[in-house]
């Protein structure tokens, strides 16, 4: 007994993060990737003060049954879909996630994928590899849709959704965009993008990006009956959530050419990917990694530290996390500490 308090980071961390953890916690570290079953997740909280938790390890009433130890949940991500927020708060559990600092990283990942299906380069490289070329090409062989000078649209214009509108200028590109709420005029300005409502979004947008959060709310948020709406000429692409689009439908409408082409980086029930999207060559597919940057993946981990340290009372925002979820929690905490 070392009298620590005791952490489990539920996925391999950058060493140099978990040895500033272990400075203040008796740290449990996963060496390996691996998914973590609910009773897994909830006897590994059942032991420690706090956990660093991704996205795939859901918190909710069920895992935190009988926790009378746990203090904080810090998610490595923006998104936080995978904590049941009022179970949190009911059991006193303070819940953080990493906004902004991956904002750049994903707009970017966004803008490569965009042009990587517009413009066919993963169909087109899996050409070349395959020895094809040497077999001749046409004048008009590999032709996709031009990005400049076309309309972007964006659904879900949080911060992400603004790093992305704002890097249109350099392509000429005007930019709509629907969200719950429709923004400020002067962030409107500044991303110089124009509100429109959903339908008008689907119909105008030659290329559409959608980055909204996960809610029931947005389950299947772009279905077939939203495809059917798109240009037949369009680009969707989803660096959201899984879930968000309907993959199946997505499937259908990208092999029917009802879409020119789509990018995903996230999946309904990631790691699987519908068998039918990784038959067809307009697609561009990648495993979930818009915010995997060397400077960003650091700076969340980092953030998602603070956030632990912080609530615990350590560092120099002791008892100020910068990014709760849910601070008011803090004010029930028994004064001295943890449990
Ligand atoms: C993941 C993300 O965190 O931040 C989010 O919400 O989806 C990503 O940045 C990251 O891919 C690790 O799973």
């Known amino acids: 007994m070392t009298g620590k308090l005791k952490i489990w980071v539920s996925r391999p961390l950058f060493p140099d993060v978990l040895a500033r953890l272990a400075e203040h916690f008796d740290v449990d570290a996963e060496a390996i990737e691996r998914k973590h079953s609910p009773e897994q997740v909830r006897e590994k909280l059942l032991g420690v003060d706090a956990a660093l938790l991704g996205l795939a390890d859901r918190v909710n009433a069920q895992t935190l049954e009988g926790n009378e130890r746990l203090r904080v949940v810090a998610n490595l991500g923006v998104g936080y879909n995978n904590l049941d927020m009022p179970a949190l708060t009911r059991g006193g559990v303070l819940a953080c996630n990493t906004p902004d600092v991956l904002n750049e990283s994903v707009a970017d990942y966004a803008w490569a994928l965009m042009l990587a299906a517009a413009r066919r380069v993963g169909a087109a490289e899996r050409w070349l590899r395959a020895g094809q070329w040497s077999g001749g090409m046409r004048f008009d062989d590999w032709l996709g849709v031009d990005v400049h000078g076309k309309t972007l649209g964006i659904l879900g214009m949080g911060r992400i959704g603004q790093a992305i509108a704002r890097r249109a200028t350099g392509f000429d590109m005007p930019v709509i965009y629907h ?160 449990r």
Request: hydrophobic share 45%; proline share 7%.
């Open 179 to 338: 969200n719950r709420s429709r923004l400020p005029e002067a962030v409107e300005r500044e991303s110089r993008a124009v509100y429109v409502d959903k339908a008008s979004l689907l119909r105008q947008s030659d290329h559409l990006i959608l980055v909204l959060p996960y809610s029931r709310e947005s389950h299947h948020a772009v279905g077939a009956a939203e495809l059917g709406l798109m240009k037949r000429s369009a680009v969707l692409v989803n660096v959201a959530r899984g879930g968000i689009v309907d993959d199946a439908a997505l499937a259908v409408a990208l092999r029917e050419r009802r879409l020119a082409a789509a990018a995903l980086d996230v999946f309904e029930g990631e790691p699987a990917v519908h068998p039918d999207l990784l038959d067809l060559d307009n697609v561009v597919l990648s495993p979930h990694i818009a915010s995997a940057s060397e400077d960003t993946r650091r700076a969340m981990a980092g953030l998602a530290a603070d956030n632990v340290l912080a609530a615990l009372g350590f560092g120099p925002r002791a008892g100020r996390p910068p990014t709760a979820l849910n601070p008011e929690v803090m004010a029930r905490w028994p004064a001295g500490g943890p």
